[in-house]
């Protein structure tokens, strides 16, 4: 998410996550050759060609090329329509919970989604209500928040399991209201969406914490609530 009015850090972030898994990368080429070095007949002069190629992104087989005919483009995307018309079909991704959204934008893939509106257009309600329709579907999601608290995080969970609007629950509600929001609300806890609510996050803390909540979780989309405000860090 991100404040169209404020979103001048949001490319420089954007770019910092890049670099941290570009960085993460290498790291595993270099752990990678350390291994290799230590075995009994290794190449050093081979070894150090392949790590250099690796990390340039250079394909060392001559076979393949990034560099296709027309027709090669063509043939591949008729193959994925028919793919696509097939009655056995199971598209990829997973659903915004939202007909008309998945209509238009399409299902989640693994990208990067920036949500951007004028200050209180209602990003932050968007994303929770996403959240909750992906965790009752049976997704993880996992939610990094730099600006909501728990609190309010919570009033927004609890308000779209129930149905009941934000602004009754900020106040004092009736009995009738109480009886109807408690139940629904619990059905939420059995759900498993992740929440951190670290106001002072950076970019290498968010990789290293979605890494983990991925390997020991089983997360499955991420959200970060705002991007500009993520901390900076060399």
Known sequence: LCDVVSSAGVYENVEQLRKLKALRDQWDICTNVQKMLKERDADPKAIAIEMESQILGLDMDGNKSEVVHISHTIKKQ???????NKADYQEKGHTWGIKQLDEVVGRITPKLYVIAARPKMGKSKFVISTIMRHAFLGLKPYFASLEMTEDEVGEGITA???????????????KREIELLVPKALEATKTNAYFNYSPSLSGSDLFMDVKRQVKEKGCDVVYLDYIQMMARNE
């Open 160 to 174: 779209f399991a129930s149905g009941i609007d934000n602004s009754r629950i900020r106040k004092k509600m009736t």
């Open 78 to 84: 008729l193959q994925s329509i028919r793919d696509r």
